[in-house]
């Protein structure tokens, strides 16, 4: 933005009549006062055009709080983990020159081949209860996803699939009431219900709570929250895992994720690792 404005000054001055020079005998002194008059020229005339740098300073800077302020940040999260060679207790007597190593990279192979498999996911999915409901704070720019932290929780008989992957909102009334709709309060007013009384949507029972979070002052906030499908969630986190060798012919293995909620991120990959290194104790 400040660029094109710069080069809109430019462009204004250059348009601009210049007075020539007087011609003078000795070269020296003749550029030097003609290099003097342009810049003092060119000064002058930038003075006259104040107003397009101020109108791009203030521009710049409002653009740079805008995305600063109201961007939702995204934050990556990475652990390494020593792979083990199982082989490595065998001796080197036992391998041909450079066999170690070939042993030691399809071992790291299989160990990421089996970390990207399902069943592995689902069951980090089983460690993480607190996955099981995705927490949003709905703003005016921008939403907040909530973990651990959210204001109320919800509970349901998570033997009834109806409610998977759908999005209900919810205000707060009062200290003990609140109001839940599925369409946003755009299309209704949404249902009065109060907290920790049982109440159906279809035939799920839901109850909701609040939490140490809860002040009267979020009054008439928007909230939303989601029961996930742990499969769809599972499936999901497969595709948001990177999986890299440390190094060439290393055996440490670097998993990474990325997520708009730091802390949830590390209790993802803190639960891959817990799950890994499980199954390497049964296999052992």
């Known amino acids: 933005m400040f660029c094109w404005f710069l080069a809109l000054l430019l462009k204004k001055l ?91 990279r399809n071992r790291l192979v299989n160990e990421i081949g089996m970390i990207r498999s399902f069943p592995v996911m689902r069951s980090v999915m089983d460690n993480l209860p607190d996955f099981r409901i995705s927490y949003n704070d709905i703003g005016n720019i921008k939403t907040t996803e909530l973990y651990k932290d959210a204001p109320f929780v919800v509970d349901w008989d998570s033997t009834l699939q109806g409610l998977y992957n759908r999005v209900f909102y919810l205000k707060f009334l009062s200290n003990d009431k609140f109001l839940i709709s599925e369409k946003k309060f755009e299309e209704d007013k949404g249902e009065l219900h109060g907290f920790g009384i049982p109440f159906k949507i279809g035939e799920n029972t839901l109850v909701i709570r609040a939490t140490s979070e809860f002040s009267p002052a979020l009054a008439l906030k928007l909230y939303s929250f989601r029961i996930n499908n742990m499969d769809d969630l599972a499936e999901a986190y497969l595709g948001n895992i990177g999986l890299n060798i440390e190094a060439k012919d290393d055996s440490i293995l670097v998993i990474s994720t990325s997520g708009l909620n730091p802390k949830k991120a590390i209790d993802f990959v803190n639960s891959l690792i817990k799950v890994y290194i499980n199954i390497g104790l049964e296999q052992a």
């Open 14 to 104: 250059t348009l601009q009549k210049i007075v020539p020079i007087p011609y003078m005998e000795n070269n020296k002194v003749s550029e030097n006062t003609n290099t003097n008059i342009n810049l003092k020229s060119f000064l002058f005339k930038s003075i006259k055009y104040w107003y397009i740098f101020v109108l791009a300073l203030v521009t710049s800077y409002a653009t740079a709080y805008y995305k600063i302020r109201y961007s939702i940040p995204a934050y990556s999260v990475n652990a390494r983990i020593l792979v083990k060679d199982e082989f490595s207790s065998w001796g080197q007597e036992y391998f041909l020159p450079g066999m170690e190593l070939v042993s030691g």
